[in-house]
């Protein structure tokens, strides 16, 4: 599991270079991922290893947890579902398990 390496994804502009270099070198953790897919259902969630993560997660979690010695699992809504499935992935949240494991959980 711990050599799943997460990308980052710089999408964004504007910005000092500095930003740009920015590095997190966080691991991923796929059991997670296909736990979290397991308690939103496949057609809600998906597990890909071939996304980065965002900047909205990676330039917060470097100064929560700047050594990335915490595993990262990004769920991403997906802006093609239709209206009712964001709130359905929002009230009740399924994933609210996840929020009684050793984890950080972040929700926005």
Known sequence: ????????????????????????????DPALATRVV??????????????????????????????ADCPVVQLRIDDEASVDQPARAVKPWPGAPLLRLDRIVFRS
């Open 1 to 28: 599991m711990s050599r799943f390496m997460a990308l980052l994804i710089h999408d964004f502009g504007g910005f000092p270079e500095a930003l740009y270099r920015m590095r997190y070198p966080a691991k991923g």
């Open 38 to 67: 397991e308690l939103l259902g496949s057609d809600l969630a998906s597990a890909s290893l071939d996304c980065g993560l965002d900047h909205g997660t990676w330039s917060v979690l470097c100064h929560l947890r700047p050594k």
